[in-house]
């Protein structure tokens, strides 16, 4: 999404709110594809600081996560921020971007990573369905949250296993 700042530019010290409707592509993150359900609600608030421009706002959306532990398609409500500082430039520029002040040149700027930024850092570090999710069995691959198994599963820490050889001695 292309933000036209071209009154902002005008007007030192300036601001403008803006709220939309922002489509959401496939994300792909550590093997796993994340899809959505729609598209993203953005609220940004940009200023003009005088040297730079900056934006701040959230991005909400529902996503098709995996559950870790049954593997189960669910879905979850993503609530994230974004915060970015843009500088303007000339159209030849060739310098390097700095991680926390980016880069633009002309009336609009693209706000599309820092909403897909947004979205990722909201994402949970382990995503699950609910939390007293049991998983599948490691044996037979069962959905243990539709009952028990006929697994007998030992869990043995390898290193005192010599330990159980001296008590059938």
Do not use: H, W
Not at 7 to 25: C, D, G, I, Q, Y
Not at 49 to 78: H, M, N, Q, W
Not at 145 to 154: F, L, Q, R, T, Y
């Amino acid at each position: 999404m292309k933000v036209d700042i071209s009154e902002l530019k005008e007007n030192r010290n300036a601001s403008m709110e803006l709220s939309f409707l922002e489509p959401v592509t496939l994300i792909k993150i550590g093997g796993e594809e994340i899809t959505f359900n729609g598209p993203a609600s953005v609220e940004l608030f940009i200023s003009n600081d005088t040297d730079f421009f900056t934006i701040y706002g959230s991005v909400s959306v529902e996503a098709f996560l995996r559950c870790s532990r049954c593997l189960k398609v669910f879905t979850f409500p993503l609530k994230g921020t974004i915060e970015a500082q843009y500088r303007q430039v000339s159209p030849g520029y060739e310098g390097i971007e700095d991680a926390d002040l980016k880069v633009f040149n002309g009336n609009e700027i693209d706000v599309t990573s820092d909403i897909k930024e947004g979205l990722i850092l909201s994402l949970p570090v382990k995503a699950v369905c609910f939390e007293e999710c049991k998983g599948l069995c490691p044996t037979c691959g069962k959905d243990l949250n539709k009952g028990k198994c006929e697994c007998k599963i030992e869990d043995i820490d390898p290193r005192l296993a010599v330990l159980k050889d001296l008590l059938k001695e």
